[in-house]
């Protein structure tokens, strides 16, 4: 359709309703028309047959032999009928623009023919005993005319009411779509870091969801950015303190005139520079991890998690914590061994990092449908609320003593991922403490 | 001069205290935002080093609660935050100075010191009383434009009395502008280097107000 191309709505709208007032017009008027037609003809036909009823009625008493008799125009619109009165052959009585030729060969009835060009609708009467015959004539054309001027009475005040329609109809669209340039100015104007809700209050209703869907996709990109703000914010301050440190230890140890104290202040240097390393290697891991797959491989579980234990055994028995690990002798997965190796590792170090001193560190693998690892402690765990936003990169538990990165748990989130691993993280029944549940999707064939 | 450094990072904040007292700072240093507040409201410090991502409270409701409390103690804000409506924000709500890590550890003391100095309503470093000159920078003492040799202790006492001249110092104001916590101080120690002053400058120039305290009187000789 040709509206449809129309781009603004306010087109759309005038070009629709001007399109349907013109055709219903049009068709009212062509009824109309039809109607008039018909009405007209039935009507003229009745004058033609009462005026040839007269004319016999008057001739048959007013017999003038002698006298061929010419009528006179008495109306204007006289030249458009015609009235011929023969007695036999001979013509008696005429209107002056009547031929002298009978008008019609019929003795009684209506007929439309062509005489010299012009057409005429024809009414013949047949007078009786005196052989009087009537015919009286009326041109089409005349009621032709009536028609067209019916025609153009109707037509007429549409071509004129036409722009007067095609105004108000833009003034109504344009007061009905008020709310809709409104609101266009209204984001029009908004600062691009504005991204509240729009007013919800008084728009119409059809204006609701959309204003709804705006609302709602506003609050996802300021989610968005938020999130991402606060990324940058922590990636900040992690990656900055470190270094901060170690200038500041560097330069304690340049200025320092004490044996002592300048060699503590290069310690400092180095476990400062150890941190860094530490929270580099973590993030290149997790932007290695961004775009990881899994090969497709399987690995054993049970020996995995032995020897990663085993690695990290040193640093649970620095800090006297008890480190078990219950599996069976085989468990195999499918995985990659080498990251679910750093999935371990990292759960491990966590436990350790802030099981605290003395805790009871407990491993457990599961085989079965869905095999899984567990990793429990008996230490202080964490709130609920704290278990959700773990995970977050750089998210820390607050007052911890701790110099993690929060880079562990995005790197574990992240092996889970693309392996399709489930993770559970709450409450030790056992031990008390932080609870984290690793679960392989089910086997496929039991 | 005594300053508190709150910051939660070990190795970053044990830097700090030591480059801190190696310009001749006295340092306390709380490893989070709960313990700098009730520091900074229960203890007599020059200036305070506060970062904002401090465990407990947050450095900037820190800073909110200590200005609300309309303390005016100056504070120097350094963080990770290097984002511009961080800083702006951080100014806004009443930090005297932002400082983005990592930082210079002699940028660090110039600044605190600068903070200090304008606080005491100073406009250059130098600190003059008649023909004494104390530079804190370079932590020197001149009188007569003979350069004057103090320890330590004389010399950051010298420093709170010039910076404070025409007041009068208790000896409990004097001790904790000079001693960190935990320091022993005997109940003398005061007495002890007033009196080492006297002799290495001129007796007159430190007024012992009887059952008060100390003070250097100004210039024009109004105490």
Redo the contacts between chains.
């Keep these: 359709m040709a509206w449809e191309r129309l781009r603004s709505l306010q087109g759309r709208l005038i070009a629709l309703l001007l399109t349907v007032v013109t055709g219903l017009w049009l068709a009212a008027a062509a009824l109309t028309w039809v109607d008039a037609r018909r009405e007209l003809g039935e009507l003229l036909d009745s004058h033609l047959a009462q005026a040839a009823a007269l004319l016999v009625a008057q001739q048959v008493r007013e017999i003038d032999e002698d006298a061929l008799a010419d009528a006179p125009n008495l109306f204007r619109y006289a030249t458009h009928v015609a009235f011929q009165v023969w007695n036999g052959d001979q013509l008696m009585l005429h209107s002056a623009n009547a031929p002298h030729t009978p008008l019609s060969q019929r003795e009684r009835g209506f007929e439309t023919r062509t005489i010299d060009g012009v057409q005429w609708r024809i009414f013949a009467a047949h007078g009786g005993a005196q052989n009087l015959q009537v015919y009286v004539g009326e041109r089409i054309e005349a009621r032709d005319d009536i028609l067209a001027t019916i025609s153009r009475n109707l037509l007429v005040p549409l071509t004129l009411v036409l722009p007067l329609l095609a105004l108000g109809t833009w003034w109504a669209v344009r007061a009905a779509t008020h709310p809709l340039r409104r609101l266009s100015a209204l984001l029009v104007a908004r600062s691009p870091s504005a991204l509240g809700p729009l007013p919800v209050e008084n728009a119409p209703s059809e204006m609701e969801p959309l204003l709804a869907a705006l609302n709602g996709l506003f609050e996802r990109v300021a989610n968005l950015l938020e999130a991402e703000?606060r990324f940058?914010?922590d990636a900040?301050?992690?990656?900055?303190?470190?270094?901060?440190?170690?200038?500041?230890?560097a330069?304690?140890a340049l200025?320092?005139a004490q044996k002592e104290?300048r060699t503590?202040?290069l310690r400092?240097t180095i476990?400062?520079c150890d941190?860094a390393s530490h929270l580099v290697d973590q993030l290149l891991q997790l932007a290695r991890l961004e775009n990881a797959s899994v090969p497709p491989g399987t690995v054993d579980l049970a020996t995995l998690a032995r020897d990663c234990i085993a690695a990290l055994s040193p640093a649970a028995l620095a800090r006297t914590q008890a480190v078990e690990l219950v599996a069976p002798p085989q468990c195999v997965v499918a995985a990659d061994g080498a990251l679910l190796g750093i999935l371990i590792r990292n759960l491990g170090d966590n436990a350790i990092r802030y099981g605290g001193a003395g805790a009871r560190i407990c491993f457990t693998v599961a085989d079965g449908v869905q095999p899984e690892l567990r990793v429990e402690d008996s230490g202080p765990g964490l709130l609920p609320a704290e278990r959700a936003r773990l995970g977050e990169r750089f998210f820390r538990v607050?007052?911890?003593?701790e110099?993690g990165s929060g880079l562990g748990w995005s790197i574990v989130r992240r092996i889970a991922r693309v392996h399709e691993l489930t993770i559970e993280v709450g409450e030790s029944a056992r031990l008390g403490g932080l609870a984290v549940c690793v679960r392989w999707p089910a086997r496929k064939q039991a | 001069m005594r300053v508190l450094l709150a910051e939660d990072d070990p190795l970053l904040g044990d830097g700090l205290r030591s480059a801190l007292r190696q310009q001749g700072f006295v340092v306390d240093w709380v490893r989070d935002g709960a313990a700098a507040e009730h520091e900074i409201a229960t203890q007599a410090y020059e200036a305070v080093v506060l970062d904002l991502g401090l465990p407990m409270r947050d450095g900037m409701d820190v800073l909110r609660t200590v200005r609300a409390q309309e303390n005016p103690i100056p504070v120097l804000v350094l963080t990770a935050r290097d984002a511009v409506p961080d800083r702006i924000l951080g100014l806004e709500t009443g930090a005297d100075d932002y400082v983005i890590k990592p930082v210079d550890m002699y940028e660090l003391g110039a600044r605190l010191r600068a903070l200090v100095r304008r606080t005491h309503g100073k406009t250059s470093d130098t600190l003059q009383l008649r023909q004494l000159v104390l530079t804190p920078s370079t932590r020197e003492v001149r009188l007569e434009n003979q350069a004057v040799v103090l320890s330590t202790r004389e010399f950051d006492l010298l420093h709170t009395l010039m910076l404070n001249a025409g007041r009068v110092l208790s000896r409990e104001q004097l001790e904790q502008s000079l001693y960190s916590w935990g320091q022993e101080v005997e109940s003398n120690t005061i007495e002890f280097h007033i009196h080492k002053l006297r002799r290495k400058l001129r007796p007159e120039m430190i007024v012992t107000v009887r059952g008060v305290g100390y003070t250097m009187p100004r210039d024009d000789g109004v105490p």
């Design positions: 703000r940058t914010a900040a301050h992690e990656l900055r303190t470190p270094i901060a440190a170690i200038r500041i230890q330069q304690v200025g320092s104290e503590g202040a400092a476990a400062g941190r607050l007052g911890s003593e110099t």
